[in-house]
Antibody, heavy 123, light 110 residues
Framework: EVQLVESGGGLVQPGGSLRLSCAAS????????MNWVRQAPGKGLEWVSY????????YYADSVKGRFTISRDNAKNSLYLQMNSLRDEDTAVYYC????????????????WGQGTLVTVSS | SYELTQPPSVSVSPGQTARITCSGD??????AYWYQQKPGQAPVLVIY???ERPSGIPERFSGSSSGTTVTLTISGVQAEDEADYYC?????????????FGGGTKLTVL
């Protein structure tokens, strides 16, 4: 059974940093691209970042570019999101999601999602 | 920036057909995907590659594409289908820029 379990969320002050983790199991993690998607309270889904299976291709949404860094450790079956210079508008539930793309190096659809971890940016 | 446009809400009675549209200039060139999200839960993929249905998704869910608009159709709507629905595609306008989601449509079953 495919499982994605996020952790690392919490309360952080504006300007602070946080590192999210996503532990994957039930599939060959190193064969799949992965994404982070967030959802602010009462709002819609917003894609945050993509990383290919080998980490050779990475994309970021304009809203987080230069502040967030996506990475993965295939030996540990884990995905990460380092979030720096956090702002109030980064408050959201952050989901990791497995990517299935028909074309290498591009994003596809998200067939499995974790349950999310809440990040609250507030003073 | 590239956008996908969905109606904020759609309402139908049980047993009727619900149609949720998603419009975007790049949709003729990029696949669209649909997700269902119920309160407090993670999204669930219900349609991929415009019209394919994942295993475990009821047959009443279907997808179609015409020009710059894709449509999620739910035939014989049931109370359990009440949820938010999001379309998703790729932002390939100019340099490839990643993923874009529509704003979401709240389906209300009357």
């Amino acid at each position: 059974e495919v499982q994605l379990v996020e952790s690392g969320g919490g309360l952080v002050q504006p300007g602070g940093s946080l590192r999210l983790s996503c532990a994957a199991s039930g599939f060959t993690f190193s064969s799949y691209s992965m994404n982070w998607v967030r959802q602010a309270p009462g709002k819609g889904l917003e894609w945050v970042s993509y990383i290919s299976s080998s980490s050779s291709t990475i994309y970021y949404a304009d809203s987080v570019k230069g502040r967030f860094t996506i990475s993965r450790d295939n030996a540990k079956n884990s995905l990460y999101l380092q979030m720096n210079s956090l702002r109030d508008e980064d408050t959201a539930v952050y989901y990791c999601a497995r990517d299935v793309s028909p074309f290498p190096g591009t994003t596809g659809y998200f067939d499995y999602w974790g349950q999310g971890t809440l990040v609250t940016v507030s003073s | 920036s590239y956008e996908l446009t969905q109606p904020p809400s759609v309402s139908v009675s049980p047993g009727q057909t619900a149609r949720i549209t998603c419009s975007g200039d790049a949709l003729p060139k990029q696949y669209a995907y649909w997700y269902q999200q119920k309160p407090g839960q993670a999204p669930v993929l219900v349609i991929y590659k415009d019209s394919e249905r994942p295993s475990g998704i009821p047959e009443r869910f279907s997808g179609s594409s015409s020009g710059t608009t894709v449509t999620l159709t739910i035939s014989g709507v049931q109370a359990e289908d009440e949820a938010d629905y999001y379309c998703q595609s790729a932002d390939s306008s100019g340099t490839y820029r990643g993923v874009v989601f529509g704003g979401g449509t709240k389906l209300t079953v009357l």
